[in-house]
């Protein structure tokens, strides 16, 4: 391998890899960033994602304690409850605990973010290690041991070290590991959001205003609504309230001039295939709003309403897909991270914390290198065996949640799980010390009480 000093190349201006490149640099390792979006505006990045402990703990221990606080400032208020409703918007169970509700340590609880907020943050301070519309084509390793980077412009970089994050479609996975395969699990999935007004407030309970709501209806249906709130106004200006240390934080982020989320009511709704009249793959706006309405005709007047006040322009669709398990591969001075080696399905909202878990472990290892702790091939080989593990286990969890050959999703049986799982879920609702229980393993299925990589 190469004694050159580390100069680590990463492919993907995406979560794992921009809290990766943000860690480096706190370490005073060398890196650079090169992402296809044109700028940092780019991309699909507006949806709500849960950043649970597994990944709050990569964020702290990568990014500046300053950008740290930015981050938690940044974040939509977090849930006081998690709601189970029927499809006629009817409870089933709701629970709370600290996980939800805020507990005073950030790194034990979960935090409700915006996809483009949070990828602002992440570049804040990176507008030198961020090359933008750089195109990966592919890469080739040198006897020397170093390793260069091709980009469809005609441009090159060469490093220590490639780190695929490039996402689901990953071109550094499809030439590094060809054999790794994602397939679809038959699931497809759209979503859009709601302008929050008066008008939209007043179609959801006080409980799912202040929650996070999941719909279980017949077919296997399901469907999801999250309440989000930022601290600004629409024009950008704090709210009345904020702490005064929050409206500084905020004053003073120039992420907030490229960040154009304002307050809104998220909502995603996934079936499997066989019960879509369309593709929604192939529709777009006002069309999924309509494919949404034709498919949930019996739900709920105020959850259709919802739905026909969404902003056609934020609608879009996702065929659901997930990776195939591989064998242990060989280490070299390329390797992977988050979806670009464990793509999985939203069912956990695992994707992006395994991710920063995954950025936590390789910049930890590099840093053992910097030091002379451990050689590269050694350090690399650590966090793909780490990696690899718990990656998998995440993988197989999130299947579990979203695969359209469960049972669930079956004509007659399903209907009568569906029975038995309202019904155990009314009881749990009734008993505190069952209840007690359920939101323990939630906590726990979220990586609140894990030990430290």
């Known amino acids: 391998m190469s004694t050159l000093p580390l100069h680590v190349l990463i492919i993907g201006a995406g979560t794992g890899g921009l809290c990766l490149a943000q860690g480096l640099k706190q370490a005073n390792i060398s890196v650079a960033v090169y992402e296809r979006d044109r700028t940092r505006l780019g991309g699909l990045q507006g949806y709500r994602v849960g950043i649970d402990p597994d990944g709050i703990r990569g964020l702290k221990a990568n990014l500046p304690p300053d950008l740290f606080d930015t981050f938690i400032t940044t974040c939509a208020r977090p849930p006081k ?111 859009a959001k709601v302008p929050m007004t008066p008008e939209t407030r007043q179609l959801v309970s006080d409980k799912v205003f202040h929650g996070l709501t999941i719909i279980m209806a017949p077919r296997g249906f399901g469907a999801i609504l999250h309440m989000v709130e930022f601290k600004w106004q629409h024009d950008g200006s704090v709210k009345e309230g904020v702490g005064v240390n929050d409206a500084a934080l905020l004053a ?155 049972l669930i999703h079956k004509p007659v049986v399903g209907r009568v799980m569906l029975a038995g799982q309202r019904t155990m879920l009314r009881v749990v609702n009734h008993l505190p010390p069952v209840k007690r229980k359920f939101e323990l393993a939630l906590s726990k299925s979220r990586g609140l009480d894990r030990v430290e990589d």
Not at 133 to 162: M, N, P, R
Not at 332 to 340: F, M, P, R, Y
Request: charged fraction near 20%; charge should be negative.
């Open 81 to 191: 409850y998690f709601n189970i409703l029927s499809e006629q918007m009817t409870e089933l169970a709701s629970i709370g605990g600290s996980l939800l509700t805020g507990d005073p340590d950030p790194l034990k609880r979960d935090h409700t973010v915006s996809r483009m907020t949070m990828r602002q943050v992440l570049l804040t301070d990176l507008e030198d290690t961020v090359h933008f519309d750089k195109v990966f084509t592919h890469y080739e390793q040198h006897v020397d041991g170093t390793v260069t980077a091709f980009f469809a412009d005609g441009s090159s970089a060469t490093g220590t070290v490639l780190v695929a994050a490039d996402g689901a479609n990953s071109r550094v996975r499809k030439q590094y590991l060809p054999h790794a395969q994602l397939v679809e699990t038959g699931m497809l999935s759209f979503g």
């Open 252 to 406: 003073r982020w120039p992420g907030m001039l490229y960040d154009n989320e304002r307050d809104y009511i998220g909502w995603g709704f996934w079936a499997a295939r066989r019960y879509f009249p369309r593709d929604p793959m192939n529709l777009q706006g006002e069309e999924l709003i309509a494919l949404m309405l034709e498919m949930i005709p019996d739900w709920h007047p105020n959850m259709r309403r919802l739905v026909q006040l969404s902003d056609p322009t934020t609608c879009s669709a996702i065929n659901i897909r997930t990776s195939l398990p591989i064998a242990a591969w060989t280490t070299s001075n390329v390797t992977l991270l988050g979806d670009a080696i464990h793509t999985m399905t939203p069912g956990r909202g695992a994707g992006a914390n395994t991710a920063l878990r995954d950025a936590r472990l390789l910049c930890k290892q590099l840093i053992a290198v910097r030091d002379g702790q451990i050689d590269l091939l050694s350090a690399i080989h650590g966090y793909e065996d780490k990696m690899h593990k718990y990656g998998a286990e995440a993988v197989k969890e999130s299947l579990a949640q979203m695969n359209s050959e469960a």
